[in-house]
């Protein structure tokens, strides 16, 4: 008696393996595809939301830029009357502070935030020198609050 085997044919095999390997192959290919997409979209996302904290950043700004300049406009009329105390510099110290702040949010060019900076400086100096060295200083403060004021009225900030 002939025992008979039975055998797959090659072809068959071959045809298994590929119905098998293609489909694998094409969902991992889909994965890759599908993760880019989603990096580029958190991507863009990313940019949206920092577009709009800065929007909402120069809203306030231009919410408060009127009160700013009123409040600077009183401190120069009341440097015009010597008025130059511990409380006005305070005053003066804690807009500036405001300033810088849009400053640096709304990104101020360079220049800018220099002059800032140094009326801070000049302001924050004021408070801790001598009161010989304070009235040298008084002078300077006029001329600083006319470039913040300057500064503010940019139109490149709004």
């Not at 120069?58 to 009183?74: A, D, P, S, T, V």
């Not at 935030?113 to 000049?122: A, G, H, K, T, V």
Request: with cysteine.
């Amino acid at each position: 008696m002939v025992e008979s085997t039975s055998y797959t044919p090659l072809w068959v095999t071959i045809v298994g393996y590929i119905t098998t390997v293609v489909p694998c192959i094409v969902s991992i290919i889909l994965e890759i595809l599908n993760r880019k997409k989603q990096k580029t979209f958190e991507e863009s996302l990313k940019e949206i939301k920092k577009a709009q904290a800065n929007a909402i950043d120069k809203y306030k700004f231009l919410n408060e830029k009127n009160m700013i300049l009123k409040k600077l406009n009183n401190f120069d009329l009341q440097l015009k009357k010597d008025l130059l105390g511990f409380p006005l510099a305070n005053d003066i110290l804690i807009v500036i502070v405001k300033i810088q702040g849009y400053a640096n949010t709304i990104k101020f060019c360079v220049p800018d935030q220099d002059e800032i900076s140094s009326f801070y400086n000049l302001v924050h100096n004021y408070l801790n020198v001598d009161q010989g060295d304070r009235e040298k200083m008084t002078c300077k403060f006029r001329e600083k609050i006319q470039i913040i004021k300057n500064i503010i009225n940019k139109g490149e900030y709004s």
